[in-house]
């Protein structure tokens, strides 16, 4: 029996096998490493798409609330909460009335705060004041939304660059600094 070295063309061939199969074994191996790893991807991928439907529902859940009271958080706070005062009941009479809507609950609450203030509250100036009062307005752009609802409710009107209670005096003194518009952007210049 003759034995085959490497330098015979079939102990060239003999060493490539062995190469060959040594690289499959890896292979084989790694991938079975790749499966292991995907299938712990997917488990944690199904725990996390749980969480982000608990989640989501939690969050639907509490959109729903037409309004949040939330006891003032700063010491700050407190003393506007406490000074708030009483709506008339003649306040905002409507044809049919929803006191749970949240449009009614924006003009009761503006009412109180404009009355605490005694002065003319821009609409950031009032939903800063909601805020710290722990009301939270509804909607992707609160300000606007704010704002829409008291220029069409007949109980507020626009003086000296805020909003007040139609009908009532300026109860205190305020110089309101000047609102500056951005300028117009100029047009791009042709090169």
Do not use: C
């Not at 040594?22 to 079975?32: F, G, W």
């Not at 009941?89 to 049919?96: D, E, G, L, P, V």
């Not at 809507?101 to 609409?123: D, E, T």
């Amino acid at each position: 029996m003759r034995t085959e070295t490497k330098d015979t063309p079939i102990g060239h061939m003999n060493s490539v096998i062995t190469a060959i199969e040594r690289d499959l074994a890896n292979l084989t191996k790694r991938r079975q490493q790749i499966d292991a790893e995907l299938k712990r991807l997917d488990g944690e991928a199904r725990t996390i798409d749980e969480s982000l439907k608990h989640l989501e529902s939690a969050r639907v859940s509490l959109s729903r609330v037409s309004t949040q009271h939330v006891a003032p958080e700063s010491p700050v706070d407190v003393p506007l909460a406490t000074a708030l005062p009483e709506v008339p009941t003649s306040f905002a009479k409507r044809r049919m009335e929803r006191p749970s809507s949240q449009a009614w609950q924006i003009r009761k609450h503006a009412y109180q705060v404009l009355k605490a203030q005694g002065h003319p509250l821009s609409r950031a100036e009032i939903l800063e004041k909601f805020l710290a009062l722990g009301f939270v307005v509804e909607h992707h752009s609160p300000a606007k939304h704010l704002g829409r609802i008291l220029t069409d409710a007949q109980e507020f009107e626009y003086r000296e660059n805020g909003y007040w209670i139609a009908g009532e005096p300026i109860t205190s003194t305020y110089q309101r600094d000047k609102r500056f518009r951005s300028r117009k952007k100029r047009e791009a210049a042709s090169t």
